[in-house]
Every structure is written in C-alpha cells, then in structure tokens.
C-alpha cells in the first residue's frame, strides 16, 4: 500500500507494485484531507512509482484526478520516479491530461543513481536536472537540439 509524506519540498507520494482503484482512491482521499487541514498548500510533489507496475484502466482516471487537484491546490512542480517504461509512458500521458506536463521532470534510477538529489533541487529550489547525455540518441528520444525538458527522463 503507498502513501503521504510531508517533506520539507510538499509531498512525497508513494505508489505499491500492483496500484488499484482502491489505493489510488486513498491516496486521492488523503491527499484532499491534508490539503483541508494544513494551512499552506504544497508547492512541490515526488511521486515514487518504482515499484509500481501499469496502471489498469480504471485506475488511472484517479490517479489523473490526484494531479488535477494538487494542481488546482497550487503545486508548482512534480518530479515522477518510475522504473518500468510502460509506466512511464504512462503516466506522461496522464500528467499531460492533467493539464500538468510543463511542471513535471521524470527520473530513472537504473539510468541515475543520484535521482533523488536532482529531483529533490528540482522540487525545492527549481533547479533543472542535468540533461541525460550518456544515453544513445534513439534511447533519449532522438532530439538532439531539443530543448524541450518536460519529456525527458532523467
């Protein structure tokens, strides 16, 4: 079962191996519950998705939804951490439908060990990860000269 964790950036949230609509639905539920009683919203939101496998259809509406509202809430930026390329392609896709995509960095730990110090400076200070130049250009996407972060996985 995942969970929320007040951190110092906002929220770290965190998803297990096999996410339901169940788990998804708690998370939503706390999410709003914590947004009620603290008295500032989060600016900034880790998404722990390591472990987690895809996302069954049903699921994935809440987990839209978790977005939009932190959005609506005021979070500025979301660094997503996910293991598996079909979540990721996932949840892309979701952070985009969310209407959140431009605030969101997307991070590999098999690719970069250090993720969790250049997520956490992207949260809370805003400062960019740096660029993933030791991948083959078909595994970065092929853009060289592309400056366009926001799909990058770092």
Not at 28 to 38: A, F, H, K, S, Y
Not at 87 to 92: I, P
């Amino acid at each position: 079962m995942g969970g929320v964790e007040v951190t110092d950036y906002g929220y770290r949230l965190t998803l297990s191996e096999f996410a339901d609509t169940g788990e998804v639905t708690a998370l939503l539920q706390e999410i709003r519950r914590r947004l009620r009683t603290q008295p500032e919203s989060p600016s900034a939101v880790l998404v722990d998705l390591r472990c987690t496998r895809a996302l069954p259809a049903e699921t994935q509406e809440r987990f839209r939804s978790c977005f939009t509202e932190l959005a609506k809430a005021g979070v500025q930026r979301q660094a997503l951490v996910v293991s598996s390329p079909i979540t990721l392609l996932q949840a892309r896709r979701l952070m985009r439908e969310a209407g959140v995509g431009p605030l969101c960095r997307y991070f590999d730990p098999a690719s970069e060990p250090e993720w969790e110090l250049f997520a956490v400076q992207w949260l809370a200070h805003g400062i960019e990860p740096p660029e993933v130049d030791d991948l083959p250009e078909e595994e970065n996407g092929g853009n060289e000269g592309d400056d366009d972060r926001r799909d990058e996985t770092f």
